[in-house]
């Protein structure tokens, strides 16, 4: 066997094998609960963004935070508060996306990247998602 032939098998048998780090990567989304509230957030990834896909069904909040360009934010603040005042949602984001359940009913959303802080009101309903976006 010539040198050339050794190199051309190991390179198929090497292609035959999944790389270390791909079996060994998880999904570093964040999944948490907050006073009942159950969440979602990240998407930093291609493989995260995929699984926030499938799961969105599940929660009828959806937040986006990127730049005015379309560049992706992360370690954003987010605050959601009830019509009475009562804070029903709190987390540093750990991607440009966050998913959350919530009950349905009208709620503010204060969102703080980088000191500068955006706020939208939203109504949730009980079927089916709200999505909002913030750009800074």
Known sequence: MNAR??????????MTFPAPAANAQETALQRG?????????????LEEREQLFFTAADYNLKLLFAEK???YLSD???????????????????????LARLPAGDYRVAAT?????????TRLPAKGQRQTAFYW
């Open 76 to 98: 954003t603040e987010v605050v959601v508060t009830a019509r009475d005042g009562r804070k029903v949602l709190e987390l540093i984001a750990q991607g440009p996306f966050v």
């Open 69 to 71: 360009g379309g560049s």
């Open 113 to 121: 990247n980088a000191g500068k802080q955006q706020v939208r009101e």
């Open 33 to 45: 609960e907050y006073e009942g509230v159950p969440y979602l957030s990240g998407g930093v990834s």
């Open 5 to 14: 032939s050794i190199v051309t098998t190991l390179l198929a048998l090497a």
